[in-house]
């Protein structure tokens, strides 16, 4: 009561701005606050990829900072060691059989999931994002040992599977948005106008979520190329990703070289954002 | 009746659409936990065959043995530290993403977010390792900065799984928050601090109830990727780190004992489930309270 009865004169004093004017200081030294925290959060985000991109072109084998001078040594390595090649042309490999496969799956299950009604369907659609969530060194381990059982052990299959199985969620995330945002009566208008099932899928609803294809795909690029905790256990000696031959020469020696091939792995992240950028917009992405 | 038929068509269309990948998962996702199940419970002799017989002795094993039981506390509380540290960083990050004006400046905050999610966990971990090794990047900082005269030794502990660990997973924290806190309405706020709270206490009674839930997803998946992942933390923190992940991955690839490493795989399994279903209880809860 008395809070009020103070309120009262004052809001209708002739001179409020003052009081907001104090208010607003307050809120300056808060603001300046937060958004120190915050960019620092920012800068902690990037440091790593800032880091990696210093030590690729430095000269010495740990970089220093500020780089004395800028070096190629790392980058020339990485073309005499064999080693790289044949990883790169493994990946290369999955890439192309991984995606279409992941693609198709991922977005026909997220289209037939937004259209179809039945109690039942979070549930499925919570165990279709599920692999996000379980633990990869489970599911590495799940799938090492259904692999022996079944003795696709050291074939590529086992690596197709294994990077489907992570790659396959994103793919239905992203469609999904799309597909929430495709009004049905454009579908049902090109059915009453004669076209079948598979022309109006064809012509109306593909390039209704085009976008969200885009970018599931974009996103299963992404991380089947650098997916690892899967593949570290599944892949075998004459089936080496990129990110396992790191995790090799990390694990056993410090090469630098590694510094440069990471640097193709950030170039990687960048074209995924631009395009990720046009398909889609990249702040509706996730 | 002409037009059930169509429905009927149109959703065997549909069913059509989803069967494959109900398929592919069940043979890939589910199979092989139901195989890791089994496995868990199947004994082994002494050169670690296994043996057609089952018992509950790897679990007895697990819960029994000091160090297992400390492997488990020890797992519990680095994906806890790591949940709560992403949590306290992903507001004022967020609420950058949300309160500034300029688009240019949002879409960077964006790229910083998305980034890591793009770039393959071996290269976030290396790039720990060039910075806080014994002649890192950040020793050299701080000895040019005369405030240590001798390398501290950074690596190979918790406190560098932690540290990656954070980097790693602070978008999945950041972005669900950032979309409650973007549904807020300005005017919830407005109403608040015109009544008289500061921004303070208004974002305690206001911003902070009312972006719960999307807080609570995020840290649900954060102690998920935490509790799980083996990369970062035999990459940064050593093989010798009493981790569950740690101790699954010896057993399957040094040790060569599977079922062991099956009943330690269950065992984080469940542990994981049960924070996330607790997480979204508790999400759910708050929720209905507040429509209330």
């Not at chain 1, 001078?69 to 790392?74: A, E, I, K, T, Y």
């Not at chain 1, 977005?107 to 039945?118: I, S």
């Not at chain 1, 799940?142 to 599977?161: K, M, W």
């Not at chain 2, 964006?110 to 720990?128: C, K």
Request: charged share 10%; glycine share 6%; with cysteine.
């Amino acid at each position: 009561m008395t809070d009020s009865n103070k309120r009262l004169p004052n809001g209708s004093d002739p001179k409020p701005k003052s009081g907001r004017r104090r208010v607003r200081r307050k809120w300056s030294l808060l603001t300046t606050l937060v958004w120190t925290a915050g960019i620092g959060v920012y800068l902690f985000l990037v440091a790593p990829m800032f880091v990696i991109f210093l030590s690729a072109f430095s000269p010495t084998e740990y970089p220093t900072f500020p780089p004395s001078s800028v070096s190629f040594r790392w980058f020339t390595a990485l073309f005499t060691n064999s080693d790289w090649g044949e990883a790169l042309r493994v990946s290369l490999i999955l890439l192309l059989i991984v995606t279409p496969l992941t693609v198709i799956l991922g977005t026909a299950a997220a289209y037939a999931l937004g259209r179809l009604k039945f109690r039942g369907r979070e549930a499925i659609r919570s165990f279709m994002l599920s692999p996000l969530m379980i633990p990869q060194v489970v599911l590495g381990i799940a799938l090492l040992y259904e692999f022996t059982s079944l003795g696709l052990i050291n074939t590529l299959t086992s690596l197709v599977i294994g990077h489907m199985v992570i790659a396959f969620p994103f793919v239905v995330r992203t469609v999904s948005v799309s597909v929430s945002s495709l009004d049905p009566k454009l579908e049902s208008a090109s059915m009453s106008l004669g076209a079948g099932r598979w022309t109006t899928f064809r012509k109306i609803t593909l390039p209704l979520i085009k976008p969200g294809i885009i970018a599931g795909t974009v996103f299963s690029v992404v991380e089947s190329f650098g997916e690892v905790s899967i593949s570290l256990f599944v892949s075998s000696p004459g089936n080496i990703t990129v990110p396992v031959r790191i995790f090799n020469y990390i694990d056993q020696t410090f090469d630098p070289s590694v510094n440069a091939i990471s640097v193709l792995f950030i170039a990687v992240a960048v074209v995924a954002m631009i395009i990720i950028d046009r398909a889609v917009g990249l702040t509706k992405v996730l | 009746m002409a037009r059930t038929s169509v429905v009927k068509r149109t959703n065997s269309f549909y069913w059509l659409l989803l069967t494959p990948s109900l398929l592919f998962l069940t043979a890939f996702l589910v199979v092989p936990f139901i195989m890791l199940i089994v496995l868990s419970f199947r004994e082994v002799d002494s050169l670690l065959n296994v043996l057609p017989t089952y018992s509950l002795s790897h679990y007895t094993e697990v819960f029994t043995s000091g160090i297992y039981l400390n492997t488990i506390q020890s797992s519990l509380g680095v994906a806890l530290l790591t949940t709560v540290i992403c949590t306290l960083l992903a507001y004022p990050a967020a609420y950058l993403l949300v309160r500034t004006e300029r688009p240019a400046l949002r879409t960077l905050f964006y790229i910083l977010l998305i980034s890591p999610l793009l770039t393959s966990v071996v290269i976030r971990t290396f790039a720990w390792i060039v910075i806080l090794a014994q002649n890192g990047l950040l020793n050299e900082l701080l000895m040019n900065l005369h405030l240590i005269d001798k390398p501290l030794s950074m690596l190979w502990s918790m406190n560098a799984v932690v540290i990656a660990y954070v980097q790693v997973m602070l978008p999945f924290a950041v972005l669900p928050i950032a979309t409650s806190m973007g549904e807020i309405q300005p005017k919830l706020r407005q109403a608040s601090m015109s009544l008289g709270a500061g921004r303070v206490r208004t974002f305690f009674t206001v911003t902070l109830p009312l972006t719960l839930p999307g807080m609570l997803s995020g840290a649900a998946i954060v102690f998920s990727l935490a509790a799980g992942s083996y990369i970062t933390p035999l990459l940064v923190g050593g093989r010798l780190q009493p981790l569950l992940p740690l101790a699954i991955y010896q057993q399957a690839v040094q040790v060569f004992n599977m079922p062991f490493a099956a009943a330690l795989s269950v065992t984080l399994l469940i542990m994981v489930i049960l924070v996330v279903l607790l997480l979204g209880w508790i999400s759910k809860r708050w929720e209905a309270r507040l429509r209330d």
